[in-house]
């Protein structure tokens, strides 16, 4: 795993997760492996028919002096013709956004996991974190109460 984008799962409910390749030239490459990579700011968009991983750091390699890349350049991801019809109907349905959540090696080649989101209000955020908590409290309590 390179990175993954926590706030992500507190900001949105996440509606399904498709895999896809990304498009990186050598310094990115190598960047990547000290993983140093930011996908706080993130997102995924539609154009002319592709998806393009927008807004996402990845921080120049030092020894790649003047062969370096561009640090928030947009980033083409890589998904058969069928699978960005897929994401493209989901994302242009109201209120859905294509949210990178996971930047992992898969067999040398990196990966990305995005999801299809829907963005969560306050109080949904609220009633997730509450949710959360009970759930951690009753695991914690069933785990004590085993070892006696």
């Given at each position: ?24 030239v050598g310094?990115e ?16 968009r ?5 998806v ?6 990845i ?7 003047r ?31 294509l ?9 040398g ?10 963005g ?10 509450k949710k ?7 695991r914690?309590v069933?785990?004590h109460?085993?070892?006696?």
């Amino acid at each position: 795993m390179i990175a993954e984008n926590r706030r992500a799962r507190h900001e949105y409910d996440i509606l399904e997760k498709i895999e896809c390749g990304i498009v990186l030239v050598g310094s990115e490459v190598k960047s990547l492996r000290q993983g140093t990579v930011s996908l706080a700011e993130a997102h995924g968009r539609m154009k002319a028919g592709e998806v393009w991983l927008v807004g996402c750091d990845i921080p120049e390699y030092v020894e790649a002096n003047r062969f370096n890349h561009d640090p928030k350049r947009p980033r083409k991801l890589l998904l058969h013709r069928r699978e960005i019809r897929k994401v493209a109907e989901k994302a242009y349905q109201k209120g859905l956004t294509l949210v990178p959540l996971k930047m992992y090696f898969k067999e040398g080649r990196a990966k990305v996991l995005l999801g299809i989101c829907r963005g969560r209000k306050l109080h949904d955020k609220r009633q997730a974190l509450k949710k959360a908590s009970s759930q951690r409290e009753l695991r914690r309590v069933t785990q004590h109460a085993e070892r006696r």
